[in-house]
């Protein structure tokens, strides 16, 4: 049976996917955007981007000392 946190570093996993394709079009689109502050919000959205990375890789690390990780 799968335990809550490895549930929960799935969904960090899938929003981490779902941010990266995020990522991926503002990098297409930012020489493109006709926003003044285009570049700003480009390096936010990386620095939410890398903060969930680390998330990501802290929770495995924790489940992994705590014996619960169950993933592949």
Do not use: P, Q
């Not at 620095?47 to 993933?71: F, T």
């Amino acid at each position: 049976m799968i335990n809550e946190a490895t549930i929960g570093y799935y969904r960090l996993s899938d929003s981490l996917s779902l941010f990266e394709v995020v990522l991926s079009m503002m990098e297409k689109e930012k020489d493109e955007c006709s926003f003044e502050n285009a570049e700003a919000i480009h390096e936010l959205l990386e620095s939410i981007h890398e903060n969930m990375m680390n998330a990501r890789k802290n929770i495995k690390e924790g489940m992994d000392k705590a014996g619960l990780w169950e993933g592949s």
